[in-house]
């Protein structure tokens, strides 16, 4: 990782402690003091891990979400640490950077468990790094507490230790196949990382809604997920024709799409599946470019129709890392907190009275996010919890929200264990 993003990591929190203060974390956990006759509340420290990816292409979404824990994690020690049972806990952060890397992601895990003795393992923004962790943590004893990551089979894979607050992107497909076809969009060109199962997942579902309404696909281009020349694809589609432009992937492929498409000559509609911000776009492709834009996707960050808590976050985040929170801070920030609930109810570190406290849980009061609940409880059955879909246009050189898509939390969940019986 680059020296000075260490050390702006490694450096004071002071101004932290009033943020989690005003949510009960450290308000309550003074020792007594001796001579009294009570006992002196029990210390000690706490490590928690974190993987993600913190350099390469995948670290447009594995950095937002590593200085959301960070900023968490120094936020509840600045007001005195977390108190499960008796003992009052200081927390210790340990990460690694898996680049992206499935096999970089399971080492880091490996070290996590069986090194650094952690129980508690947070991070994970892509897919691909993902999957093989999640396919074999079910047999480990500690909890996943994925991010970002968007592949559907994270939470079919009948683990009872691994949790996602965040929904596949699968959950936005039908939805936004039905979507797209109501706005009278007869036909589509396609173009998406559509060999990265986050993205097909939903394009998969997107299209046999859409197409089962009458829509007609009239080309389907695939790309790589560090690819930037777009060109040889989207001269194929131009020679096409079609009512707007469809693409999927991560921000910075999307962002090359738009920009490309521009060059070529297209100035139609494109709808987009990214997840990502406006700064994030402007780094590559101009508001010229991008005008004609609107992204569809589960609601991530955005302090504009989160309410007082996404102000408060966006403001201590802006102090802390010098820079505004991306879309996806949100999902480990979220999952952090998810994971303190836990511990605080279960009164242990006994990550198996941990993972049973979580599963009852509704949404912690320090969420950011909107999530839809399930019989009061933020997770399903599977592990797997459930937030809005947003439509959003691109206007003065911002994605600007529209409205939200209707979801089926409870269908999807019956879904999703559908496919976990199939296992």
Do not use: C
Request: proline share 3%.
């Amino acid at each position: 990782m680059n020296r000075h993003i260490i050390k702006r990591l490694r450096s004071g929190v002071a101004g932290l402690m009033f943020s989690a203060l005003a949510f009960g974390y450290g308000a309550s956990v003074a020792a007594q003091p001796s001579g009294t006759g009570a006992p002196a509340t029990k210390t000690g420290t706490l490590s928690i891990g974190f993987v993600d990816a913190l350099t390469g292409t995948g670290a447009v979404y594995g950095m937002p979400q590593f200085e959301a824990v960070t900023l968490a994690v120094e936020q509840v020690n600045a007001a005195g640490g977390v108190m499960v049972g008796d003992t009052r806990y200081t927390l210790k952060l340990i990460h690694y950077d898996n680049k992206s890397d499935a096999t970089e992601s399971v080492s880091a895990v490996r070290k996590l468990l069986d090194l650094d003795d952690v129980r508690y393992i947070l991070g994970f923004a892509s897919t691909p790094a993902t999957m093989p962790v999640a396919q074999a943590f079910g047999r480990e004893k500690g909890l996943l507490l994925v991010g970002n990551a968007a592949g559907q089979a994270i939470t079919t894979q009948g683990a009872r230790n691994v949790f996602r607050a965040r929904a596949p992107n699968s959950y936005v497909g039908s939805p936004l196949g039905n979507w797209l076809y109501k706005q009278g969009v007869k036909s589509i060109a396609v173009i998406g990382d559509l060999n990265n199962a986050g993205f097909s997942d939903l394009y998969l579902l997107a299209k046999k809604a859409y197409t089962g309404l009458g829509g007609k696909i009239v080309a389907e281009e695939t790309f790589q997920s560090a690819d930037r020349d777009m060109y040889t694809q989207l001269t194929k589609i131009k020679a096409q024709e079609f009512d707007a432009l469809f693409a999927i992937g991560n921000v910075e492929q999307v962002a090359f799409i738009y920009r490309q498409a521009y060059e070529l000559g297209y100035k139609g509609k494109v709808y987009s599946v990214s997840a990502g911000t406006a700064a994030q776009f402007l780094k590559v492709a101009s508001p010229e470019q991008m005008k004609n834009g609107t992204e569809v996707y589960l609601v991530a960050f955005d302090q504009n129709i989160l309410g007082p808590k996404g102000k408060q976050f966006a403001t201590d985040f802006q102090k802390r890392f010098k820079h505004a929170p991306d879309a996806t801070t949100a999902n480990s920030y979220d999952m952090f907190w998810v994971l303190m609930e836990g511990l605080k109810r279960a009164g242990t570190t006994d990550w198996t009275k941990v993972a049973d406290a979580i599963r009852e849980i509704g949404a912690p009061e320090r969420a950011l996010l909107p999530y839809s609940l399930l019989n009061g409880r933020l997770f399903d059955s599977n592990g797997q919890g459930f937030a809005p879909i947003g439509v959003f246009d691109w206007k003065d050189s911002n994605w600007v929200f529209r409205e939200f898509v209707p979801g089926d939390a409870e269908g999807f969940s019956m879904f999703l264990s559908q496919q976990v019986k199939k296992k």
